[in-house]
């Protein structure tokens, strides 16, 4: 890839880069999703929550992206900047990982949309055979797409972000209009078996999460972009835009159908609101712009989960195994990429195994981006607050996104924070072995070492809690 100004990512290409990631099969399971554990009232709780933390942490990556222009590998730079070689790696092996099981999740959703229809009924939930295997001839089919180069595969991601915003925007229309306030209030504060408000908005949190992964991949293609101003304006004008469209069908949808039919529905529950308020017309459409939508989810995911791995791989004082720090002829990070596609594939064909479930694959996702986040935030804060000028706004404000990031490892719960050691601990050998790369010490202080002692004892209680 050139480095011209030319091919360099622009304002709209980023932007669509930004919804087209958060905007991918969250959406359409929203409904769903926020019903499932918890009323109307906590949920309006939880998206004020969502909107403030989220804008909280859209103006940290904006903040960064302009005040840090020095660093340009987004959240991994963040957080090794921030907090050592050793942190720096988890940020990035942690955010790699939320990323490609996330691909697993909509590779199974797509296919169980593919599978409302009665002539494709074989596909299932999404995880029968020729889900399987037509999911892996979609995933390699991308692959090969993606090798040919990033600023093709971006534009590609342009219009299918447009063609799914389309269906998204006619049902929020049509749900908003067959909306009725008496439905909204049927059990506003949730049921008695739903525990109190403060846990029904805790049992909402990885979701929110999970529907809004992609609100920093803007700065993960900083390198890519024509300059950081670019970077920020395509990192705000992306969460605006996802945030109107994600209340809108959460909130809307409650009003179209009570709050524990919602919770019942099978996903994507998008289809079956619209079909009920339009007739079966309405579930078609859904079911067709979550194939679009995940299509294009798909591909920008793909292109940020190899760049992640490929950033932590670069240069001369990489953290992860250099191998994977190359990029080919067309300037794609195709060791990456081949690791990535590769595991994807295998959790594929666990799921299809198993039937771990969309449900449980997004969790684990949204729980292994908790840490970047949160070492983002705090890197930010501790910036603002050794800041010569000690702007009480900024301090306030990376005070929040820190805050909100340690609230959501709380909200997640112990089950999925220690599954995420588990994953954690898996990356020790990769870090080792780039620093054997790279004649450095295994770790850069006894502060490293405890971290990665507890990071092992804690994937080891979980492996044995499992077992």
């Known amino acids: 890839m050139t480095q011209a100004t030319e091919n360099k990512l622009g304002v709209v290409p980023l932007t669509a880069l930004v919804v087209g990631a958060i905007v991918g099969s969250g959406i359409f399971s929203l409904p769903q999703n926020m019903a499932e554990g918890a009323g109307a009232g906590a949920i309006l709780i939880a998206w004020v929550i969502t909107f403030v933390g989220m804008l909280t942490l859209a103006r940290i990556f904006q903040w960064l992206a302009i005040n840090r222009s020095d660093i340009n590998d987004g959240v991994y730079g963040y957080a090794r900047n921030g907090f050592g070689d050793y942190l720096g790696f988890n940020a990035a092996w942690g955010y790699w990982i939320s990323v490609w099981v996330g691909n697993v999740g909509y590779l199974v959703v797509m296919f169980s949309a593919l599978g409302s229809f009665k002539t494709l009924g074989f596909f299932g939930d999404g995880s029968t055979l020729p889900a ?37 925007c006619l049902f929020v229309l049509c749900v908003a209009l067959a909306f009725k306030v008496k439905t909204f209030n049927i059990d506003f504060w949730g049921s008695p078996s739903l525990g109190s408000v403060s846990d029904q908005v805790k049992n909402t949190m990885l979701y929110t999460v999970w529907v809004f992964l992609g609100i920093e991949c803007a700065t993960v293609y900083a ?52 079909e009920y308020a339009v007739g079966p017309w309405g579930g078609i459409l859904i079911n067709i712009g979550l194939i679009l939508s995940v299509a294009g989810a798909l591909l920008a995911w793909m292109l940020i989960s190899s760049e992640m791995l490929y950033l932590a791989a670069r240069g001369e004082r990489h953290t992860a195994p250099a191998y994977f720090g190359r990029l080919n002829a067309k300037g794609a990070p195709a060791n990456a990429l081949w690791l990535t596609n590769g595991l994807i594939s295998l959790f594929l064909i666990i799921n299809h195994l198993n039937n771990a479930g969309y449900n449980l694959l997004i969790q684990l996702a949204s729980a292994m981006a908790l840490i970047p ?56 050998p990769f870090y080792l072995r780039a620093r054997h790369e790279c004649r450095r010490p295994p770790f850069s202080g006894w502060s490293d070492v405890a971290l990665a002692i507890i990071v092992t004892a804690l994937g080891g209680v979980a492996i044995w809690s499992l077992s």
């Open 132 to 168: 399987l295997l037509c999911g892996l001839i979609l995933l390699w089919t991308l692959h090969g797409f993606i090798l040919r180069g990033v600023q093709s595969a971006s534009l590609l991601n342009l219009v299918v972000t447009i063609a799914k915003i389309v269906p998204i």
């Open 223 to 274: 390198s890519r972009a024509k300059d950081m101003k670019t970077v920020s304006i395509a990192t705000i004008l992306g969460f605006f835009i996802t945030m109107l469209l994600l209340v809108c069908v959460s909130v809307l949808s409650l009003g179209v159908l009570p709050q524990a039919e919602l919770a019942t529905m099978k996903n994507p529950s998008m289809a079956a609101v619209l």
């Open 373 to 428: 986040y949160l070492l983002c935030a705090a890197f930010s804060l501790k910036l603002a607050w050794s800041s010569p000028s000690k702007c009480t706004g900024l301090i306030v404000t990376t005070a929040l996104g820190t805050i909100y990031g340690g609230w959501l490892i709380y909200a997640g719960g112990m089950k999925f924070l220690l599954l995420s050691m588990v994953l954690y601990a898996l990356g020790l």
